[in-house]
């Protein structure tokens, strides 16, 4: 396993939940100014999304809080598929944040190169030139893509924090705008939450470095710290080949 890498094996996308928003607000405490958050999307984060909107109001300093999203798919902000309609419901109507300090990727316009170069700008802008987001939040796909990088799609232009891309192969079909392996391999930290077995078999190749998963690839591309929390069910192969060794 990557040396920068921590893992954290919980029992059920519960603790899952609460390890990733503890590692979250450490993250935050530590942050003297702004703390440039990138939520991901997909099924997993909802519960830490509810999790962090609970956190104790006096002891998390909200007011230092910037959210970016670290992918978007093609649709509108109150459609069923956004990203950022997920996290507004489960996170961003629920915690103390400005609406001010909530950039969403606004996907549904027609241009995507265009929004993703804004994007990237943006980023560029709050990060003070260095393309470093505080924290930017993964996920894993079954087929071992995170973000909207999938296995199969030409990669990201060089040089760019931010890209658009071609129709996804999983649901939903839609093009997508997505970080690229370059901004999270500058982010600060990583935080990958993975839940469900059908995920067991690609987090272990990851996390052994075998084969050439995008999330392996973005993660092998880093120099800080990466966190990596995992449930029983994600982790049943990487646990096999523990009890083998
Ligand atoms: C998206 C994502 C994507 C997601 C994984 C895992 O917009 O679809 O950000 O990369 O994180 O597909 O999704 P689950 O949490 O649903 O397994």
Redesign the pocket.
């Known amino acids: 396993m990557l040396a920068n890498i921590e893992l954290h094996i919980e029992r059920d996308p519960d603790d899952l939940a609460k390890r990733a928003t503890l590692v979250t607000w450490q993250a935050l405490r530590a942050t003297k100014d702004n703390f440039l958050i990138a939520l ?6 909802r519960r830490y999304h509810q999790q962090m909107a609970q956190l104790d109001r006096e002891e998390t300093p909200w007011g230092k809080v910037v959210v970016l999203f ?4 093609a649709v509108r902000p109150d459609h069923p598929d956004s ?1 950022y309609r997920m996290a507004r419901e489960t996170l961003l109507d629920v915690a103390p944040i400005a609406l001010s300090k909530i950039h969403r990727i606004p996907a549904e316009e027609p241009d995507l190169d265009r929004v993703a170069l804004e994007y990237e700008a943006l980023i560029k802008e709050l990060s003070k030139g260095t393309g470093a987001v505080d924290l930017v939040v ?5 087929d071992g ?5 999938f296995p199969g799609h030409p990669p990201p232009p060089p040089g760019r924090l931010v890209a658009a891309t071609p129709v ?1 192969p ?1 649901t ?1 079909l839609t093009p ?1 705008v ?1 970080f690229t392996y370059e901004a999270i391999a500058l982010a600060k930290r990583v935080l990958v ?4 077995g ?2 067991a078999n690609r987090l272990e190749e990851v996390l052994e470095q075998r084969g050439e998963l995008p999330l392996q690839k973005a993660l092998a591309g880093r120099t800080g710290p990466t966190t990596v929390v995992a449930d029983l069910a994600a982790a049943k192969t990487i646990l096999a080949r523990r009890r083998s060794e």
């Open positions: 991901s999307g997909g099924s997993t984060p670290s992918d978007e798919r990203n993964l996920g894993l796909g079954g893509h995170t973000a909207s990088l996804s999983t939903p997508r997505t939450l993975v839940a469900g059908d995920k």
